[in-house]
């Protein structure tokens, strides 16, 4: 530049040297640095639109010729607590076309159409839209290998196959209701897919390349963004226990029809569900072909009903918190009926239980009792111990569609009203407040909320981001009375309505519920809901489980002959499931005459095959091996099996 | 008159600024020729010979003396108003982009407006010499040469391209303004000249689109913003250094004809701010070395004309770029040297061969 910009030049520009073009070159100068001050400007203005603009305009520009094929990313599995897979993604091809890539619009949609067996007309609409990219949707979504493999085999340009993972439900209607299901999008559409929808979808990724100006793709750059997989939720849920209500739900449906059934479990000591099944059941993988009802309703939460006798543990519980009974020392008659303002309530009983103390009031499961003991708390107290227990408001489990229940208010509150409130009836719950309030009243007094969600993990290393941790809500009653009520449970199961709960060699707790339904305000007569709810051990108890099947077809109406043994075969599986010790410890049972007698078997190794068959005496024995003394047995000794039951004796 | 050495300088200036043109323009041009001819070379090839034809020319013209013009000033122009006549009857005349601005020949097509430009400033340089005095007067001085200008003027508008006559139009009257003329008449001209403006869009309303789209491209950007959003997806994007020469993304049929009218955004677009300092500073130094020849020498039609010829190359350069970067509306004037196009690259470098023949004397 120093060659061309040195002073000559300046002393021409600003120092005229001629006379006669004086005037002439002072105007040559102005307009030399017009032009000057033009360039400049000129430079000026580059420099913004490079330096200050370039950002914006770059990615402008950028987005204009950027096309992007999409890879969706992997939906975050749903796992049991063990990390059993409950909803995974299986890898499907999806079509998606390039319409400016495509040369000849009505032979590619003709082909494409043939493959799919899809409309021509629609097809080439996709085809020729005016878009940089398009989904052929829904026909070109998710394709089999054999579909995709045959367009892959046309070769033609601007026709795309891309990866696109599809959710699947390995155990079909195991658990629905509970995991919901997801739209051809993977979006979340109910249950946990919907709620937990923001965490389990991931970021999709692409493969972006520059095109030109008529949509062709430039060699020149490939970017291939990684998609970044959903997160991994972790139930509380426990696959086997699961599995085992779910066969107990298959068999009710089979032996009774009954209109709906529904088997939950919670650990009581923290809100950990363990199992939540019902029926009608759907299949997440076709959601499509059940009905809304059926899909919709999650029934342990979203089903209300008057609970019947299981609601009695609320009343007992407040009583013994109180301290307005004594259960083995005060005593009440039953003489089959008691008047309340005029209104006569029965027992179910006819006649009567006579002279009971109050433990046999529970055990017997007698109303009038009830009624009594809701007559000596009040309706104050009894009402803010059912509201404590968390009745008549959601229990805030982390799933949609809970229900409240509906309470009687206070003042709206009569003597009969308290009188039918104190056994169950004239208000109405859902299954997850009764087995909350349960464990409760039997975990030491603290209410939980039940929670189904236990952590959320990391997708590629499975470890932990998120842990939720049980909830205490409130204190409701004393480890003293909760103690009471373990107590007064399990002599239900051993010597009252819920003997056919009890299990051999463990000790459960329980209690009945037969409530007729309303419809319309009206009881209807021999529509029952049966449940029970029951927990184990006794005496510390680790699940508590409710069961309630409603209408039952062809057998005695009563929770204790229906859904006690569907209680009792859940929790024998839950015994191995928890790996719950054997005790003799527990209440011994009391018979009628229809029962199996159950009798304590004796110990007898060590001891010679002479003296352990006399010992063993209405027993069958067999044995195994030659020597003389006996070195095991099984069952073993100490615990009660069936009289006359089998004994199976190993000699040395 | 003592006989000076060529100006060199100007020579190889136009040189370089010839052979980065005919680069650029393939760059600019080899996807849009591969496309239409499946010929990449397509455009190259026919500027390159412009080019080749343009150096003989120029360095023919550089030894032709420039008195010769002076003779036959008034041949040349009634040549030039000839072919301005004959370009606008449909079957002679081509239309190319909306214009019936060309000849046909062979290949190629030659646009007499380009040449009318040179015809035009010799006619007036040589007025305003021999009428040195009389242009105080406006009456007697002025509006004689303004008279001539205008119905070329007329002529070129009839075509139309705006572009050149806006480019001719400015040079001349330019060239009037150096002779001495008061200040106050170009004041006048001035008034007139923007009431002129708003003539022409009256008459033709895609003027106006035009204008619109330059104050905000963005409001019509597939109409009439469409070039310059482009032109400045292309800029933009170039940054400081550039993407690199031959890695315009622009030049890929975002960008139309990016060879002709819009090669600067694809330099800076290739080349970044830098590429943009160095072509700017190419066009000054011509300029400025075109001016000092003007100065230097003494006798008054070589004075104007090569002042007239060297603001001629300028001004177009400044209205192309000016369009390009979005200063002005989109006028459609192709940036000398550089653009694709042979009656521009040869009326550019027989300008700078008269002017180098100025410079001898």
Known sequence: MCLFLNMEFFSYIFMGDSMFFNDVHTRIRFVFLVILCILLAIIIRVFYIQVFQYDKLSSLAESLWSRELPITADRGEILDRNGKVLATNITTTSLVVIPNQIKNASDVAKKLSDILQSDYEDMLVHVTKKTSIER?????????????????????????????SKRFYPYGNVLSHVLGYVGIDNQGLSGLELSYDEYLTGENGAIKYFSDGKGNRLELTEVYEEPQNGINLQLTIDLD???????????????????????????????????????????????????????????PIWMTYEPGSTFKIMTLATSLEEKTINLFEDSYFDGGAITVEGATIHCWKHGGHGDQKFINVVENSCNP????????????????????????????????????????????????????????????????????????????????????????????????????????VRKVIRDESSSLVRYALESVVAK??????????YRVGGKTGTAQKVQNGVYQAG?????????????????????????????????????????????????????????????????????????????????????????????????????????????????????????????? | MKQNKMDKVLFFLVLLIGIFGIVMIYSASSIWAEYKFHDAFKFIKAQGIFFLVGIVLMNFLSKLDYHLYEKKSNLILGICFILLTLVLI?????????SRSWFGLGGFGIQPSEFAKIG???????????????????????????????????????EPDFGTAMVIVLTLVCMIFVSGVKISFFVKIGVMGLLGIVGLIIIAPYRMARIVSFLNPWTDPLGSG?????????????????????????????????????IFSIISEEFGFLGVLIVVSFFFLIFYRSLRISMNHNDSFGKYLSFGLSFGIIIQAVLNLCVVIGLIPVTGVTLPFLSYGGSSLLVSMASIGIILNVSRK
């Open chain 1, 136 to 164: 052929v949707h829904p026909e070109g979504r998710q394709l089999s290998y054999e579909i995709a493999q045959q367009i892959n085999d046309l070769e033609l340009d601007g026709v795309y196959l891309v990866k696109e």
């Open chain 1, 241 to 299: 226990l699961q599995l085992a209500a779910e066969r107990e739900l298959d068999n009710v449906m089979s032996k009774y029809t009954p209109e709906h059934a529904l088997i939950m479990a919670m650990n009581p000591k923290t809100g950990e569900i363990l199992a939540m099944a019902s029926r009608p059941s759907f299949d997440s993988n076709h959601y499509q072909d059940y009905s809304t009802e059926v899909i919709n309703r999650n029934l």
């Open chain 1, 369 to 472: 009792g009830f009624v009594v003991m809701g007559q000596k708390l009040g309706t104050d107290t009894l009402m803010r111990y059912i509201r404590n227990f968390g009745f008549g408001s959601k229990t805030g489990i982390d799933l949609n569609g809970e229900s409240n229940g509906i309470l009687f208010k206070n003042e709206n509150m009569g003597p009969v009203e308290l009188a039918t409130t104190s056994f169950g009836q004239g208000i109405s719950v859902t299954p997850i407040q009764q087995v909350t309030a349960v464990s409760a009243a039997v975990n030491g007094g603290t209410l939980y909320t039940p929670y189904i969600v236990g952590s959320m993990l990391e997708p590629e290393t499975n470890t932990i981001i998120k842990k939720n941790e049980p909830n205490m």
């Open chain 1, 496 to 505: 009252g309505s819920g003997r056919n709960a009890y299990i051999e060699n």
């Open chain 1, 527 to 652: 529509n029952y809901i049966l449940s029970f709810i029951g927990f184990m051990p006794a005496d510390d108890p680790e699940i508590v489980v409710y069961v309630a099947v409603d209408h039952p077809n062809g057998v005695v109406q009563y929770g204790g002959t229906v859904s006690a043994p569907i209680a009792k075969s859940f929790l024998q599986t839950a015994i191995e499931v928890l790996d719950l010790p054997p005790t003799d410890q527990g209440m011994e049972r009391e018979y009628n005459w229809m029962d199996t007698k159950y009798v304590i078997l004796p110990n007898v190794v060590g001891m010679n095959l002479e003296d352990a068959k006399k010992a063993l005496k209405g027993f069958q024995v067999e044995y195994s091996g030659t020597g003389d003394k006996i070195n095991y047995q099984s069952p073993k000794g100490g615990y009660y099996i069936k009289e006359g039951g089998t004994v199976k004796l190993m000699l040395e």
């Open chain 2, 90 to 98: 449909p079957g002679i005349g081509t239309v190319r982009n909306g």
């Open chain 2, 120 to 158: 035009l400033i010799i006619y007036t340089a040589k007025y305003l010499s021999r009428n040195q005095k009389n242009m105080r007067d406006i009456k007697k001085g002025v509006l004689p040469i303004l008279f001539v200008i205008g119905v070329f003027f007329f002529l070129i508008m009839l």
């Open chain 2, 226 to 262: 469409f070039q310059i959003i482009q032109s400045l997806y292309a800029i933009g994007p170039g940054g400081l250094l550039g993407q690199g020469f031959l890695n315009s993304h622009q030049k890929h049929f975002y960008l139309p004809e990016p060879q002709t009218d819009f």
